[in-house]
């Protein structure tokens, strides 16, 4: 199982572009990577996901270098409802397969 | 579309007490989740299901059990409820081909005294 790991907290402005990096040195070959983000007193949401290169969607971009040994989140123009916790998680196949959710970074936008 | 419904979503219990859990997906989604959260930590899998009539323990699974009768359904059961397992509970469900695409509900706040 790989293990994953991310800054502990970070501090941003708002209107800034935020980006929070993850090492996940012994990802396998058929493991995905996805970001979760969780508000207080709610449940993770699912943010995006990639195996490799970048993918961009609508809240978010993700990239991945080719040796998938880390990814980074990218969230741009950043505003104060951006303030969260971010968990960057590797997402092995198969039926078994589950998520293990570390203690992710904590985001706080300000003024 | 209501997705993941956990209920209830607060509840205290006495030490000793019973209690189940119940997460009701509408999605069709195979695969079920029990997490519990809890202060400054990441979420950890207490129990999971691949499928109806289906349960396997995961991280932390002492003191829980769990069933699956219906695919929409994941029941978690506290039969003896001790301080310990003050938490915040989630359930999860995601369907088959997306190991990546968890939907969560919006937890149960569980306090034993």
Known sequence: LAKTTQPISMDSYEGQEVNITCSHNNIATNDYITWYQQFP??????????????????????????????????????????????????????TASKLTFGTGTRLQVTL | NAGVTQTPKFRVLKTGQSMTLLCAQDMNHEYMYWYRQDPGMGLR?????????????????????????????????????????????????????????YTFGSGTRLTVV
């Open chain 2, 45 to 101: 899998l207490i129990h999971y299901s691949v499928g109806e009539g289906t349960t396997a323990k995961g991280e932390v699974p002492d003191g829980y059990n769990v069933s699956r009768l219906k695919k929409q359904n994941f029941l978690l059961g506290l039969e003896s409820a001790a301080p310990s397992q003050t938490s915040v509970y989630f359930c999860a469900s995601r369907p088959t081909g997306a190991p990546y695409g």
């Open chain 1, 41 to 94: 007193s709610q449940g993770p949401r699912f943010i995006i996901q990639g195996y490799k290169t970048k993918v961009t969607n609508e809240v978010a971009s993700l990239f991945i270098p080719a040796d998938r040994k880390s990814s980074t989140l990218s969230l741009p123009r950043v505003s104060l409802s951006d303030t969260a916790v971010y968990y960057c998680l590797v997402a092995p196949t198969g």
